[in-house]
T-cell receptor
């Protein structure tokens, strides 16, 4: 099956610094990638949708200047958390949909546990 | 808008017990329905899916039937194992009509299952 690799799996950073999370589709080309945030004991909340070569579409309430998304190629999307604060600590998960597929399946990365101290 | 409601957890079962996790949805049109599983410390994995009414998705002994009349997609397994301990998410998706071919998943809050020997 299709594989999505997310890196790093865990990161600890200091308040005020920026953190970049990478999401790669390893064996397929991803038309669209999605970034989710998961709070403890809560469901996944969609943060933004990105299509290769165009600006990301952010969900209501998500600060686009804080969560920078770059989908520069058909196999790579990055999420940068800028000027991180402790309240940004969360589990971030990306998913990707394969180019040309007629179905609605998406494949998920392993997730990144971000802790801001 | 779309929404997914699944039974509150946690659910604790003995090995070989029968499992049912209820899921109902609210959506316009004819969404695709999914069950995802999240093992501790990992991202989401697609467990099974159904794309139209009366379809039955099945995988690893788990089953769920798309019931349009009751707007439900309950997950069942006849005999659970310790290795089934995880969080289970019910989800639905539509194809958006933005022309970009993007879509997004709407998740339930998740149900944590613990299976004890």
């Amino acid at each position: 099956g299709a594989v999505v690799s997310q890196h790093p799996s865990r990161v600890i950073c200091k308040s005020g610094t920026s953190v970049k999370i990478e999401c790669r589709s390893l064996d397929f080309q991803a038309t669209t990638m999605f970034w989710y945030r998961q709070f403890p004991k809560q469901s996944l909340m969609l943060m933004a949708t990105s299509n290769e070569g165009s600006k990301a579409t952010y969900e209501q309430g998500v600060e686009k200047d804080k969560f920078l998304i770059n989908h520069a190629s058909l196999t790579l999307s990055t999420l940068t958390v800028t000027s991180a604060h402790p309240e940004d600590s969360s589990f971030y998960i990306c998913s990707a949909r394969e180019l040309g597929r007629g179905n609605t399946e998406a494949f998920f990365g392993q997730g990144t546990r971000l802790t801001v101290v | 808008g779309d929404s997914v409601t699944q039974m509150e957890g946690p659910v604790t079962l003995s090995e070989e017990a029968f499992l049912t996790i209820n899921c109902t949805y609210t959506a316009t049109g004819y969404p695709s329905l999914f069950w995802y599983v999240q093992y501790p410390g990992e991202g989401l994995q697609l467990l099974l899916k159904a794309t139209k009414a009366d379809d039955k998705g099945s995988n690893k002994g788990f089953e769920a039937t798309y019931r349009k009349e009751t707007t439900s997609f309950h997950l069942e397994k006849g005999s659970v194992q310790v290795s089934d301990s995880a969080v289970y998410f019910c989800a639905l998706s539509h194809l958006s009509y933005s022309g970009a071919g993007s879509y997004q998943l709407t998740f339930g809050k998740g149900t944590k299952l613990s299976v004890i020997p």
